[in-house]
């Protein structure tokens, strides 16, 4: 995988009961009623894990992330969760045999999707149940005009070592999934963020799809960058009545048994 910018754990839980909802939303369409065992791949901060713990308080849970920055932040919140630096990519013997594996908007950060699923499928138990949430949100307006800015030949983004951020079609998981079971379900949400101003809708971004470009940036120039996209975004987005702002984010789900 390439090189990855450091991660900011209170950047990302600025929102953090906006980026938590899925991992609820996605927990609750688990069957499983007494799991002994649960690994959560791209765990960040923590508060997917504790989803988690509080749907199946008497299951082991193992929450692994590459960053050290969110696995810090989740060790020293949540006491009672094993949490590890773990590139999930890599491999590791000791991952097997797991009743649920979980992963909430982690793995649009990882490549190959059409060999890795089939891989992480492999390390449940039988009858467990690979449970994924992804942003599929790249029409969403900010998502097209931060990348057009990014783009600019004046910001010199060409040359950086670009981290994966891509899913695959709908219909393309569809087929990965049917080629491992006949249990398995595929759905989309897209959540209505009521935003206070289009500046927290940026703020949103900075903790995730646009950390990497301003992490290779200096103080004033990545100043420049986020006041350039917020004044694109100004334009787009209109407030609503109560002087809010939607900020409109669809993502994909499935569930798959073994």
Not at 17 to 39: C, F, K, V
Not at 86 to 92: C, Q, R
Not at 99 to 120: E, G, M, T, V, Y
Request: charged letters at 25%; one cysteine or more.
């Amino acid at each position: 995988m390439p090189n990855k910018s450091e991660w900011d754990s209170e950047q990302y839980l600025k929102f953090k009961a906006q980026r938590t909802q899925p991992a609820i939303d996605l927990a609750r369409r688990i069957g499983l009623t007494d799991p002994m065992s649960i690994l959560d791949i791209g765990c960040g901060p923590g508060n997917s894990t504790k989803v988690l713990k509080d749907r199946f308080p008497k299951a082991h849970i193992l929450g692994v992330d590459s960053s050290e920055n969110m696995i810090d932040k989740a060790k020293a919140t949540y006491s009672d969760i094993e949490f590890k630096v773990l590139d999930i990519t890599d491999e590791n013997p000791s991952l097997e045999n797991f009743d649920i594996i979980f992963s909430n908007a982690c793995l649009q950060w990882i490549p190959n999707h059409r060999q890795f699923i089939p891989k992480i499928f492999k390390k449940l138990s039988k009858g467990g149940v690979l449970a994924v949430q992804m942003p599929i949100n790249s029409q969403e307006m900010l998502f097209k005009i931060m990348s057009e800015t990014i783009n600019e030949d004046k910001w010199n983004f060409t040359s950086m070592s670009e981290e994966p951020n891509t899913t695959l079609m709908c219909e393309e998981y569809f087929d990965i999934l049917s080629s491992l079971t006949d249990s398995f379900d595929i759905w989309e949400t897209v959540y209505y963020h009521n935003m206070p101003s289009v500046d927290a809708m940026v703020e949103w971004i900075k903790g995730t799809r646009l950390r990497p470009y301003l992490n290779a940036l200096n103080s004033i120039e990545a100043k420049k960058l986020t006041d350039e996209i917020t004044e694109k975004a100004a334009k787009v987005y209109k407030k609503q009545k109560n002087g809010e702002v939607i900020f409109k984010f669809r993502r994909l789900f499935f569930t798959a048994t073994r």
